[in-house]
Each structure stands twice: as structure tokens, then as C-alpha cells.
């Protein structure tokens, strides 16, 4: 069993910082992309941030110059520092990763944190 567990959401201020976290564990051989993910009410799912084993990184234009997207490959860990939040960040953000198995990628979600920016 694999399983992502998301922590670090929250309530903040317009213009605060917050820091998400993402532990893969489980039977696992390798980790490969990790990515940020995340859906407000009313809109589609959209991909925030990505970052592949080797630590290259991609994010969505919106968050460019705000987010930082890293990882801790040993402790299969993947972080988003979210700084200047405005309240359009609100939404529950999720994280995946893929995943080697036996061989075999797949792809594994977490539940979900909500981050709620807001005076």
C-alpha cells in the first residue's frame, strides 16, 4: 500500500506564507515526479507546481515568483512554499507522485489540504 499524506494547510492573511507538505510511504522502490495540484470551488482541477526526481521544477504561471516547489528525495517528501498568498489561492491542494513499484509506475493522490486566504 502507498499512501501521500498532506499537511500545512490553513487559514492566512492576504499576503502570509504557508508551507504544504507531501510524505510518500508505503511499499515503494523509487519516487519519480511529485506535483502540486489544486481546485477551488466551482473550478476545474488545475496542476500548480511539479518536480521531478532530479529536482527540476514547473509551475503555473500564477504562482511564478510566489511558489517554491522542493523536495527531500530521502524522506520521500515533496514541500510547497507558498508566499504573497491572495485569496485567489484558496482551494484544496493535493498532491501526487509516481511511483515505482515491482517495476511498474503508477500514479498515487493524497486527500487533499485546504488552504483558505482571507482577511
Known amino acids: 500500500q502507498v499512501q501521500l499524506v498532506e499537511s500545512g494547510g490553513g487559514l492566512v492573511q492576504p499576503g502570509g506564507s504557508l508551507r504544504l507538505s507531501c510524505t510518500v510511504s508505503?511499499?515503494?522502490?523509487?519516487?519519480?515526479?511529485m506535483g502540486w495540484y489544486r481546485q477551488a470551488p466551482g473550478k476545474q482541477r488545475e496542476l500548480v507546481a511539479v518536480?521531478?526526481?532530479?529536482?527540476?521544477?514547473n509551475y503555473v504561471d500564477s504562482v511564478k515568483g510566489r511558489f517554491t516547489i522542493s523536495r527531500d528525495n530521502a524522506k520521500n517528501t515533496a514541500y510547497l512554499q507558498m508566499n504573497s498568498l491572495k485569496p485567489e489561492d484558496t482551494a484544496v491542494y493535493s498532491c501526487?507522485?509516481?511511483?515505482?513499484?515491482?517495476?511498474?509506475?503508477?500514479?498515487?493522490w493524497g486527500r487533499g489540504t485546504q488552504v483558505s486566504v482571507s482577511s
Open positions: 501526487n507522485a509516481l511511483v515505482v513499484q515491482h517495476g511498474v509506475s503508477h500514479v498515487y
Open positions: 508505503g511499499s515503494i522502490f523509487s519516487v519519480n515526479n
Open positions: 518536480i521531478t526526481s532530479g529536482g527540476s521544477t
